[in-house]
């Protein structure tokens, strides 16, 4: 009979390379995966904030006569009123302390992201600018408001 040993320690040896390559192809899967859930994740942050920008929360450009002519978003009116106070100048950080001073409804929703959004979607309807220490302020055509 004849001796096997060596065959069945290549067959080992075999075998260890193999879980090898199947342990680096895991781990490459892994960080595919890791990636994607990570654009994944990215996509769903854009996507929210897309449609959070066209919530009521954040409806800038309504303005209604039984409103008195005054925006319909409470977290808008008390952006536009606090500008307006502040003569028309405040930081993010400014906002948000004074937001939850005054117990605005965020309707569930992070503060900060809210009023950032809200702001650039002022920003893009004309109604504020951001200076260059990053406060925001009111255009000037609508202090008055």
């Known amino acids: 009979m004849r001796d096997i040993r060596s065959d069945l320690q290549e067959r080992i040896e075999d075998i260890a390379r193999q879980r090898?390559?199947?342990?680096?192809?895991?781990?490459?899967?892994?960080?595919?995966e890791k990636n994607i859930r990570a654009l994944l994740e990215a996509e769903e942050m854009r996507c929210t904030a897309e449609r959070e920008a066209s919530l009521p929360l954040f409806n800038v450009?309504?303005?209604?006569e039984?409103?008195?002519?005054?925006?319909?978003?409470?977290?808008?009116?008390?952006v536009i009123s606090f500008l307006q106070h502040e003569n028309g100048d405040a930081?993010?950080?400014?906002?948000?302390?004074?937001?939850?001073k005054e117990g605005i409804p965020f309707?569930?929703?992070?503060?900060?992201?809210?009023l950032h959004f809200l702001l650039t979607g002022?920003?893009?309807?004309?109604?504020?600018e951001r200076s260059e220490s990053g406060r925001w302020r009111l255009v000037q055509e609508n202090n008055g408001r």
């Open 107 to 114: 309707g569930g929703k992070n503060p900060g992201r809210v």
């Open 122 to 128: 002022m920003h893009q309807n004309g109604l504020v």
């Open 66 to 78: 039984s409103n008195n002519g005054k925006y319909s978003s409470p977290v808008a009116r008390f």
């Open 91 to 100: 930081s993010l950080e400014m906002l948000k302390r004074a937001a939850a």
């Open 61 to 64: 450009e309504a303005e209604e």
């Open 20 to 32: 090898t390559e199947i342990q680096k192809r895991l781990f490459a899967l892994d960080e595919s």
